[in-house]
């Protein structure tokens, strides 16, 4: 009954996903391939683990 109460374990890491692509981004545009893809890496990890969870519920 109170379920939407509870918050959502994942808004925080999709938050944080799109930061870092946006980071990357700005990177890769700055000439910075070494960030971009240290970044992109990042956000793929974090995707990862926000499907992870998805999953569990």
């Known amino acids: 009954m109170f379920n939407w109460f509870k918050?959502?374990?994942?808004k925080?890491?999709?938050k944080k996903y799109y930061e870092l692509l946006e980071k990357a981004m700005h990177?890769?545009?700055s000439?910075?391939?070494?960030?971009?893809?240290m970044l992109t890496?990042?956000?793929?990890?974090l995707w990862q683990k926000i499907e992870q969870?998805?999953?569990?519920n």
């Not at 918050?7 to 994942?10: D, E, F, I, K, Y």
């Not at 000439?31 to 893809?37: E, Q, T, V």
């Open 31 to 37: 000439g910075d391939i070494r960030s971009y893809s």
């Open 7 to 10: 918050r959502n374990p994942t």
């Open 53 to 56: 969870i998805k999953a569990a």
């Open 27 to 29: 990177a890769q545009r």
């Open 12 to 14: 925080k890491m999709e």
């Open 41 to 45: 890496a990042d956000a793929e990890n």
